[in-house]
């Protein structure tokens, strides 16, 4: 019961929910614990990996993916490892990560695990897009829909979603908008929403309807405070400010950027920073304030010096919200 309720706490997509979810998964695994179930410890561990991923610790999802390894290792259990290897990319850069999924791609092919498979395919995507292989990240996206689509699984948004972000990567605009479209359609929790709708409204001002993408992304503002996931929130922020810069709100778009901490994942904290000053330079500029905007943009130089950017689109003067498959 513990762990049903856990998991399904994330759905809920609020703070509260989440801190209900990760004392629920942690009675969970303490419970499977004194049953000496190694296999169920692993599965709640796992959990507990995803769900403090999602709403900002960093420090419990390690804790939690290691203890998970160590179970899932005890219990001999191959497909609960293959598992915590498709969402490696909670802790681990990206080609690190390709080869993880890799492996698990064979072990959920040899056990006919077909949602499983396409949630590989999807992650593998991810990843790849991550370290600019557009091509490949298009291909993975594909697979993930296909197989999906074979029995008509409601997880196909997310790969839609990501595939409509590589075509508008690539220029591929009417092509990207079919994408984003039916992943709009097939929106299957309030997470996804978020990132399509983001993504739309990123379409919508690269094709001229600048107006139009603010007023998209003004009607997330309800779903993202109710969220209180760290990353969404500091996304949907940036998005928001580049948004209402493009059409002269510039004084609010610098209090937008700078409404939330900015978020940790993967520890990219310094080039999440140095993101926020490159737009932040930019919009002190157009406020003409040259002082200030030379400062940010000398802050956002350093940043990006020092720390390399495995992810490029740090450097985008937007956020591409790609959706992983993290159950």
Known sequence: MHLLAGRSCRYIGTPEAGDEGMSHLKTAVALFERLNDQGKVGEAYSSLCTLADHFGEPGISKEAFLSSQKAFNLARDPAGLAVLQRKSGILFDSRRVINFIEDAVETFKKANSMVELARCYNNLGGEQFYIGEPDKARDRFLQAIETYRLFDFYEVDAPLNNLGLVQLQLGELSHARDSLLEAERRASESFNVICIESNLATLEWKSGSTVDAVKRVKKLLPLVEK??????????????????????????ALEWLEKYEPNKWKNDESLVVAKRMKAKARILEALGRDFEAKAAQHEADYGFTTNRPQKWFYELDYYPCDIHILD
């Open 227 to 252: 969220s209180g996931e760290p990353m969404i929130q500091d996304y949907f922020a940036f998005n928001y400010a580049a948004s209402l810069s493009r059409v002269g709100r510039h004084e609010e």
